[in-house]
């Protein structure tokens, strides 16, 4: 069945350069400042995130108007005068 499948010799030496990457790999000057984005910048920013929004909203059994904070600011009713 798959007898008349042609192999692309284009897209087999892309094979071969992806799976041999890590074997090339370099830490140098260019590729610091990636590296340090993707595995510790990214994720921090991710934690804060996350950490400064726990437990902050609460959306079991909330109706149309409520307010989906946890503890919403006090509003001051007005007062007729």
Do not use: C, Q, Y
């Amino acid at each position: 069945m798959g007898h008349s499948v042609h192999d692309d010799p284009a897209l087999e030496r892309w094979n071969a350069m992806r799976e041999g990457a890590w074997a090339h790999f370099k830490l140098t000057k260019r590729n610091t400042r990636p590296i340090l984005m993707m595995g510790v910048i990214i994720p921090a920013g991710l934690l804060w995130l996350a950490a400064s929004s726990d437990n902050k909203f609460n959306m079991v059994s909330r109706r149309k108007n409520d307010s989906l904070l946890r503890n919403p600011p006090v509003v001051a009713e007005p007062t007729e005068e």
